[in-house]
T-cell receptor
Framework: DQQVKQNSPSLSVQEGRISILNCDYT??????FLWYKKYPAEGPTFLIS?????DKNEDGRFTVFLNKSAKHLSLHIVPSQPGDSAVYFC?????????????FGSGTKLNVKP | DAGVIQSPRHEVTEMGQEVTLRCKPI?????LFWYRQTMMRGLELLIY????????DSGMPEDRFSAKMPNASFSTLKIQPSEPRDSAVYFC????????????FGPGTRLLVL
């Protein structure tokens, strides 16, 4: 039962262009969403997050958009750089009283071509 | 500042043997998480602790898996007895009290059970 889905296993983009990574979720209890970046042989690294009370959060070249009605979020990287080539994981968190549940998508491998 | 430290980085063992994975979280972080990453199931949360107390262990696959956090700076994940299907990358992560969703991951332990 995958509650967070990344339907594109891979994405290839030219350097300087926009990269758009997508994520869908099913659980309406999710109240916090995050994107992580992962390089080979390393652990995931936090990139950017958004609370469910917002629809956009921006940090430099990275912007996350949240569409709650569609249960969809996306990560925009502008402009894309070769160093952005990595696997990107979407994650979501839901609060249930005094504990939380955390879920990750399966990841999208981004390749930024020079 | 040292990040999350995991040991060993690689472990090869035979079916039936006991495996112990170790984690040292970032100093001052209140939360500690154990994840497993496989090709089939992606990144799954196994268990997490708050102030050394297990909060949610619903992701622990079987009784063969156990996790402890005897103090704020150390945690173990034990598999006894190990099976080939336990082969995966195991990540430990920690997060601060005021931002438990923003998790800092260790480099992972790659486990191969023959």
């Amino acid at each position: 039962d995958q509650q967070v889905k990344q339907n594109s296993p891979s994405l290839s983009v030219q350097e300087g262009r926009i990269s758009i990574l997508n994520c869908d979720y099913t659980n309406s209890m999710f109240d916090y969403f995050l994107w992580y970046k992962k390089y080979p042989a390393e652990g995931p690294t936090f990139l950017i997050s958004i609370s469910s009370i917002k629809d956009k959060n921006e940090d430099g070249r990275f912007t996350v958009f949240l569409n709650k009605s569609a249960k969809h979020l996306s990560l925009h990287i502008v402009p894309s750089q070769p160093g952005d080539s990595a696997v990107y994981f979407c994650a979501a968190s839901a609060s249930y009283g005094n504990f939380n549940k955390f879920y990750f998508g399966s990841g999208t491998k981004l390749n930024v071509k020079p | 500042d040292a990040g999350v430290i995991q040991s060993p980085r690689h472990e090869v063992t035979e079916m039936g043997q006991e495996v112990t994975l170790r984690c040292k979280p970032i100093s001052g972080h209140d939360y500690l998480f154990w994840y497993r990453q496989t090709m089939m199931r992606g990144l799954e949360l196994l268990i997490y602790f708050n102030n050394n107390v297990p909060i949610d262990d619903s992701g622990m696959p079987e009784d063969r898996f156990s996790a402890k956090m005897p103090n704020a700076s150390f945690s173990t994940l034990k598999i006894q007895p190990s099976e080939p299907r336990d082969s995966a990358v195991y990540f430990c992560a920690s997060s601060p009290r005021d931002s438990k969703e923003t998790q800092y991951f260790g480099p992972g332990t790659r486990l191969l059970v023959l």
